[in-house]
């Protein structure tokens, strides 16, 4: 089941320990009694299970892959979406390491059914706490738009009540260590509050708008304590592959004009004007709408693949980095003019470790900095099969934007297939702070022809998703080129730019060149280059005694 990519945004984001750290309720508003850590941003990550309860236990084996702590909060109300008695998913998620909660909906249930909803709240509580092999320690309650129709909400139940008077330690409602003191509302506590609801019932969360938690995120301060609140069906692409064992129904795939329409109210009303102009907002939403226009719209002519599709999967990739041996990326150094003997050297974005690997046979000191703590795992596993080379090298986890290292520490640094995901000014500016005068720098990035093959792949082998990749990448290219605006995403560059681009932080781009590490498919698509390296140096001597001016 595949986590959907803004999700996975999120995730990869929350993965930097040296900025957040993370926590269930319970182990940030009871067992730290909301004592924020004032060297990170506290992060509190709450997961309602609604729609998806079969996708919890690939969700939490997601999160516990990142390292990431959060609270899964179950419905017990076996009529309204799923039956959760006997299914073993609560334990299993409680075996993986997460807490379990309750999802009440047991006012909606008073309401409808006219039980005593208090009696059947306590009564689930030992119930779940049974199903999950652990004690149920607080609960949180369902929203939903049957009875917000009602003009009633299942908070009402509890919002008076103590928890101990419920057997637990917290709840949401005003009398709970989980409320902001003095609150008449729901509130938790917490400098920033960050749901994927945004606004429209029924939708598709972060989804509609990718750069909505990443940029409230990123916005916070050390010290900080943000509450984070997601829904588990939003975080997959859950039209595939969908599993009625719990009586859950599946939920249909939304047609692409409810998609960008929703998309559009959403992005307008979170704040797409923040920072930019009508103009941009105008400009970005009219992207989106012509890319899948344009991907649909060619799709309704696509040939029967003649043959299959090459397996092009990143698993498989990073297996046949390897098959190649290292002396073939020393080459692709050496090819470079990126070698440097006796010296420090730095990868921004160090992925698998092999240029790692090949710089440390002759280096002084080689360090990766690498977001992804699965992909340092990775890399430091094969690292530790070349014990002349471990020694040396370091992985370290970090951003482009942030770099920990003092100025002018490195001779050479190196930045393969990262730059068009980074904020680039920021990014350029950092790499030119830590590298010495007389230092080179090698990035290595998207061309024009990159979008074009994707666009001719997706044609090929009938696939929309790699067409909308290629359509809006060379969209947003145009646009960069053409009107000097820019949208999130991956973009081409060229050579001019890319020289204006470096000169701001002191680095002379001095070649530029068509070139792959790993010929896995044509240096050029429609007369335009697949991909770039471009080298650059900072003013001064390098440790090789040449002279950058």
């Given at each position: 089941?595949?986590?959907s990519?803004?999700?996975?945004?999120?995730?990869?984001?929350?993965?930097?320990?040296?900025?957040?750290?993370?926590?269930?309720?319970?182990?940030?508003?009871?067992?730290?009694?909301?004592v924020?850590?004032?060297?990170?941003?506290?992060?509190v990550?709450?997961?309602?299970?609604?729609?998806?309860?079969?996708?919890?236990?690939?969700?939490?084996?997601?999160?516990?892959?990142?390292?990431?702590?959060?609270?899964?909060y179950?419905?017990?109300?076996?009529?309204?979406?799923?039956?959760?008695?006997g299914?073993?998913?609560?334990?299993?998620?409680?075996?993986?390491?997460?807490?379990?909660?309750?999802?009440?909906?047991?006012?909606?249930?008073?309401?409808?059914?006219?039980?005593?909803?208090?009696?059947?709240?306590?009564?689930?509580?030992?119930?779940?706490?049974?199903?999950?092999?652990?004690?149920?320690r607080?609960?949180?309650?369902?929203?939903?738009?049957?009875?917000?129709?009602?003009?009633k909400?299942?908070?009402?139940?509890?919002?008076?009540?103590?928890?101990?008077?419920?057997?637990?330690?917290?709840?949401?409602?005003?009398?709970?260590?989980?409320?902001?003191?003095?609150?008449?509302?729901?509130?938790?506590?917490?400098?920033?509050?960050?749901?994927?609801?945004?606004?429209?019932?029924?939708?598709?969360?972060?989804?509609?708008?990718?750069?909505?938690?990443?940029?409230?995120?990123?916005?916070?301060?050390?010290g900080?304590?943000?509450?984070?609140?997601?829904?588990?069906?939003?975080?997959?692409?859950?039209?595939?592959?969908?599993?009625e064992?719990?009586?859950?129904?599946?939920?249909?795939?939304?047609n692409?004009?409810?998609?960008?329409r929703?998309?559009?109210?959403?992005?307008?009303?979170?704040?797409?004007?923040?920072?930019?102009?009508?103009?941009?907002?105008?400009?970005?939403?009219?992207?989106?709408?012509?890319?899948?226009?344009?991907?649909?719209?060619?799709?309704?002519?696509?040939?029967?693949?003649?043959e299959?599709?090459?397996?092009?999967?990143?698993?498989?990739?990073?297996?046949?980095?390897?098959d190649?041996g290292?002396?073939?990326?020393?080459?692709?150094?050496?090819?470079?003019?990126?070698?440097?003997?006796?010296?420090?050297?730095?990868?921004?974005?160090?992925?698998?470790?092999?240029?790692?690997?090949?710089?440390?046979?002759?280096?002084?000191?080689?360090?990766?900095?690498?977001?992804?703590?699965?992909?340092?795992?990775?890399?430091?596993?094969?690292?530790?099969?070349?014990?002349?080379?471990?020694?040396?090298?370091k992985?370290?986890?970090g951003?482009?934007?942030?770099?920990?290292?003092?100025?002018?520490?490195?001779?050479?640094?190196?930045?393969?297939?990262?730059?068009?995901?980074?904020?680039?000014?920021?990014?350029?500016?950092?790499?030119?702070?830590?590298?010495?005068?007389?230092?080179k720098?090698?990035?290595?990035?998207?061309?024009?022809?990159?979008?074009?093959?994707?666009?001719?792949?997706?044609?090929?082998?009938?696939?929309?998703?790699?067409?909308?990749?290629?359509?809006?990448?060379?969209?947003?290219?145009?646009?960069?080129?053409?009107?000097?605006?820019?949208?999130?995403?991956?973009?081409?560059?060229?050579?001019?730019?890319?020289?204006?681009?470096?000169?701001?932080?002191?680095?002379?781009?001095?070649?530029?060149?068509?070139?792959?590490?790993?010929?896995?498919?044509?240096?050029?698509?429609?007369?335009?280059?697949t991909?770039?390296?471009?080298?650059?140096?900072?003013?001064?001597?390098?440790?090789?005694?040449?002279?950058i001016?």
């Open positions: 089941m595949n986590i990519p803004a999700y996975e945004k999120v995730f990869q984001e929350l993965v930097n320990s040296t900025r957040y750290q993370t926590y269930s309720v319970y182990e940030f508003y009871v067992e730290q009694d909301s924020p850590n004032l060297d990170r941003v506290n992060v990550v709450r997961v309602d299970v609604d729609n998806g309860f079969h996708l919890s236990v690939s969700l939490a084996e997601t999160l516990k892959h990142h390292d990431i702590q959060a609270t899964f179950f419905l017990t109300h076996p009529d309204l979406y799923y039956n959760i008695w299914s073993g998913i609560p334990k299993r998620v409680a075996e993986l390491g997460f807490e379990v909660g309750l999802h009440t909906d047991h006012y909606y249930e008073q309401l409808t059914r006219g039980i005593d909803g208090l009696s059947q709240l306590k009564a689930d509580i030992q119930k779940l706490s049974e199903e999950a092999g652990t004690k149920i607080g609960i949180v309650y369902h929203g939903h738009p049957e009875i917000n129709a009602m003009g909400s299942n908070w009402e139940l509890t919002k008076g009540i103590p928890p101990q008077e419920l057997g637990l330690d917290y709840h949401d409602g005003l009398l709970s260590c989980y409320i902001k003191p003095g609150s008449r509302t729901w509130a938790p506590k917490c400098d920033i509050r960050i749901s994927d609801f945004m606004g429209l019932p029924r939708s598709w969360g972060w989804n509609y708008y990718p750069g909505y938690p990443l940029r409230r995120l990123r916005g916070a301060k050390t900080d304590i943000v509450h984070i609140a997601f829904h588990t069906k939003n975080a997959f692409e859950y039209w595939r592959n969908w599993d064992s719990f009586g859950e129904q599946p939920i249909p795939r939304e692409p004009l409810s998609f960008y929703k998309a559009a109210i959403i992005q307008w009303k979170y704040g797409l004007l923040k920072e930019h102009s009508i103009e941009y907002a105008v400009m970005s939403m009219g992207m989106k709408f012509l890319v899948i226009f344009l991907a649909k719209g060619v799709g309704k002519f696509w040939p029967t693949p003649q299959p599709e090459p397996d092009t999967s990143w698993e498989t990739g990073r297996k046949r980095i390897y190649l290292i002396p073939y990326w020393r080459r692709q150094l050496e090819i470079l003019g990126m070698t440097v003997p006796g010296g420090k050297v730095l990868e921004v974005g160090s992925g698998n470790g092999q240029w790692l690997i090949a710089y440390a046979q002759d280096a002084e000191e080689v360090i990766g900095i690498e977001p992804s703590k699965a992909i340092r795992e990775y890399s430091l596993e094969r690292i530790a099969e070349y014990p002349k080379e471990a020694p040396k090298i992985v370290l986890e951003v482009a934007e942030d770099l920990p290292f003092p100025d002018q520490y490195f001779d050479r640094v190196l930045c393969v297939g990262v730059l068009m995901f980074t904020q680039q000014d920021l990014a350029l500016k950092e790499m030119s702070r830590v590298l010495k005068p007389g230092g720098i090698c990035l290595t990035t998207n061309g024009l022809g990159y979008f074009m093959m994707r666009i001719l792949n997706g044609f090929r082998y009938k696939s929309t998703g790699k067409m909308k990749y290629g359509l809006r990448g060379i969209l947003a290219t145009l646009l960069k080129w053409w009107f000097g605006k820019q949208i999130p995403g991956p973009k081409a560059v060229n050579s001019n730019e890319m020289d204006r681009l470096l000169s701001r932080y002191d680095l002379m781009l001095y070649d530029t060149r068509i070139y792959l590490a790993q010929n896995l498919y044509p240096k050029e698509h429609l007369g335009f280059p991909n770039y390296a471009f080298l650059a140096g900072k003013k001064g001597i390098d440790p090789e005694k040449k002279v001016n």
